[in-house]
């Protein structure tokens, strides 16, 4: 069969008749928003992700026995070179 006759045949029946015109826009659209859909939930996953790596510690340090006090916890984790910063952090488990 002749590959003109084909789109000629499909084109025939899309205009002759609304709703397959319809459909064919319909499917187009939810075709559409599921691609926007999904790519804008992509970008927002991902700067959540970045969000919260920024904000949340790379190391933990915590139920040290004997109690230490953070300064001295603190001179001895910035004593190493490939430390960047330290900051405290209040935990309460169990309240």
Excluded: N
Excluded at 32 to 49: P, Q, T
Excluded at 58 to 76: A, F, G, M, N, R
């Amino acid at each position: 069969m002749p590959e003109s006759y084909t789109w000629f045949l499909a084109l025939r029946y899309l205009v002759t008749r609304a709703i397959h015109f319809v459909a064919l826009l319909g499917t187009a659209l939810a075709v559409w928003a599921l691609i926007v859909v999904i790519s804008v939930f992509s970008g927002m996953v991902k700067e959540i992700h970045d969000h919260v790596r920024a904000s949340s510690a790379e190391i933990l340090i915590q139920d040290i026995d004997p109690p230490v006090s953070y300064e001295e916890i603190k001179k001895l984790v910035e004593a190493d070179p490939s430390v960047a910063s330290t900051a405290p952090r209040l935990s309460l488990v169990g309240v």
